[in-house]
């Protein structure tokens, strides 16, 4: 086999496999009712996206540190999943996750 196959396949190898395992929670959590339904996969990508571009965007000399970014960001993400709480009335709170991270 050639040696640029070979390194193509063992760098694809880690992220097929961190694809599978994001999709599977998020599968799981939508299976628990915890996440609304959606295509599990279609939000992997988008989700692993959105972390992967924050490396062409992130400054050094930026608003927010590494630190917050990395704490804000999967927040932001997973509050798009998570199913509304409801009130006994039944009407919609707020999404579960804390609020924690400062706007952009």
Same mark, same amino acid.
């Given at each position: 086999?050639?040696?640029? =196959?070979?390194?193509?396949?063992? %760098?694809?190898?880690?992220?097929?496999?961190?694809?599978?395992?994001?999709? /599977?929670? =998020?599968?799981?959590? =939508?299976?628990?009712?915890?996440?609304? #339904? !959606?295509? #599990?996969?279609?939000? %992997?990508?988008?989700?692993?996206?959105?972390?992967? @571009? /924050?490396?062409? @965007?992130?400054? *050094?000399?930026? &608003?927010? %540190?590494?630190? #917050?970014?990395?704490?804000?960001? *999967?927040?932001?993400? =997973?509050?798009?999943? %998570?199913? *509304?709480?409801?009130?006994?009335?039944?009407?919609?709170? &707020?999404?579960?996750? *804390?609020?924690?991270?400062?706007? !952009?």
């Amino acid at each position: 086999m050639h040696a640029a =196959v070979e390194l193509a396949r063992a %760098t694809e190898a880690p992220l097929a496999g961190q694809l599978r395992s994001v999709r /599977s929670l =998020v599968a799981k959590g =939508v299976k628990r009712g915890e996440f609304v #339904a !959606c295509d #599990a996969a279609l939000v %992997t990508r988008a989700m692993l996206g959105a972390v992967n @571009w /924050s490396a062409r @965007w992130y400054r *050094p000399d930026g &608003a927010q %540190t590494v630190a #917050a970014i990395a704490q804000a960001l *999967p927040e932001y993400l =997973v509050r798009g999943l %998570t199913v *509304p709480a409801r009130d006994p009335s039944g009407s919609t709170a &707020a999404a579960t996750l *804390p609020r924690r991270a400062k706007s !952009c």
